[in-house]
């Protein structure tokens, strides 16, 4: 399974939620078992990879959510000949075959690489919204006028399928007090924004 988060053309591609949707999506997966592999830091991530190690993440493992951000930096649609490009082809062809969950941003569709597009995948539509659901057009949340944001993720190639709505606090039971208890920002804070994503290749 693929899944690429993407903004919108012509709108806001960067600081729109693209990377914090995929990382409480990915949350919740790990809350079912799966192990979380990344190419960047997160707070609850089981193990750290770089785009040469694909083919040993294809032998060694089964049950994982591989996290591509900036799916670009491995390989994008005008670099098919790279060996980057070789190599990601290989390990999106055959991830099925080991319950390998793939999840990339891309800051637009028409980056993603095409041998990716043609596969079927998920396209995740993601829009930085405020309280009365207006599209926000900041890309920095701290300079904001608006203190509220949620997030829209719209499946592009599913008709039926009705948008999520995503907030960057964390909802968990907390079994002693038996209640549930919010955890403010918590997956804005649990990885860095900032960080710069470097290929190997």
């Known amino acids: 399974m693929i899944e690429i988060y993407v903004g919108e ?8 939620g693209k990377t914090l949707s995929m990382v409480i999506d990915s949350y919740n997966l ?30 060694k493992y089964n049950k994982i959510v591989l996290l591509a951000d900036e799916l670009s930096v491995f390989s994008n649609a005008y670099s098919f000949n790279s060996s980057n490009s070789r190599g990601l082809m290989r ?19 028409n980056t ?5 597009r043609r596969l079927g995948v998920t396209i995740n ?9 207006k599209i926000c057009l900041v890309e920095d949340n701290r300079i904001c006028e608006q203190d509220f944001h949620k ?17 960057p ?10 209640s549930f208890k919010m955890y403010k920002d918590y997956f804005y804070n649990c990885y860095d924004s900032d960080q710069i994503i470097m290929s190997d290749g």
């Open 9 to 16: 053309n012509g709108y806001l591609t960067m600081g729109n």
């Open 30 to 59: 790990k809350q079912k078992g799966y192990t979380i592999m990344s190419n960047f830091k997160i707070d609850f991530v089981d193990k750290y990879y770089d785009i040469g190690e694909l083919n040993d993440i294809l032998e």
């Open 91 to 109: 390990f999106v062809t055959q991830l099925r075959k080991k319950e390998i969950i793939l999840k990339a941003t891309s800051q637009v569709f």
């Open 112 to 116: 993603i690489p095409r041998f990716i």
């Open 125 to 133: 539509l993601v829009e930085k919204l405020h309280y009365d659901n």
């Open 151 to 167: 997030y829209r993720v719209t499946n592009v190639r599913s008709k039926n399928q009705k948008p999520r709505f995503l907030i």
């Open 169 to 178: 606090h964390l909802i968990k039971f907390d079994k002693i007090s038996k």
